[in-house]
């Protein structure tokens, strides 16, 4: 069996914008910052459109990537979707898509479609 081991490398918290944020992901967030849910969005957020809420970009990754440790600095409370990363459910979807997301991850640079495609995901653990 197969196991992901996330490299660390930053690359699925870099870019133009990040995920969007659920209201409760912003109140886990700004309670674990100690933060009031106001502050929070004023300070790390910003409003896309009229429903989008994501957090902001600084130096081209998610204001919560640090660089220099390599790590998220809120990995206890994360957005799923930054959870669920690299096997959302497109990486399942067909061989295209496996390899579009391979070419951005390390930690699947040993996985072929068909390790995907023969296991399910634990997502707690990431094997497969």
Same mark, same amino acid.
């Given at each position: 069996?197969?196991? @992901?081991?996330?490299? &660390? ?7 133009? !914008?990040?995920?969007?944020? !659920?209201?409760?992901?912003?109140? &886990?967030?700004?309670?674990?910052? !100690?933060? !009031? ?9 910003? &409003?896309?459109? $009229? ?5 902001? *970009? ?5 204001? #919560? ?22 096997? $959302?459910?497109?990486? #399942?979807?067909?061989?295209?898509? #496996? ?11 040993? @996985? $072929?479609?068909?390790? *995907? ?12």
């Amino acid at each position: 069996m197969k196991e @992901f081991h996330c490299k &660390r490398c930053g690359f699925c918290c870099k870019g133009n !914008s990040t995920v969007g944020l !659920s209201e409760e992901e912003i109140q &886990r967030i700004a309670d674990f910052l !100690s933060l !009031s849910k106001e502050e929070f969005l004023r300070e790390y957020t910003l &409003r896309k459109g $009229t429903n989008r809420v994501e957090m902001k *970009i600084k130096d081209g990754y998610c204001i #919560f990537y640090d660089k220099k440790r390599k790590r998220c600095k809120i990995h206890p409370v994360k957005p799923e979707k930054c959870k669920e990363w690299p096997f $959302t459910p497109a990486i #399942f979807q067909d061989e295209e898509n #496996f390899l579009i997301i391979k070419s951005s991850c390390l930690g699947l640079k040993e @996985f $072929t479609f068909e390790d *995907i495609t023969n296991f399910k995901v634990d997502k707690n653990q990431k094997k497969l």
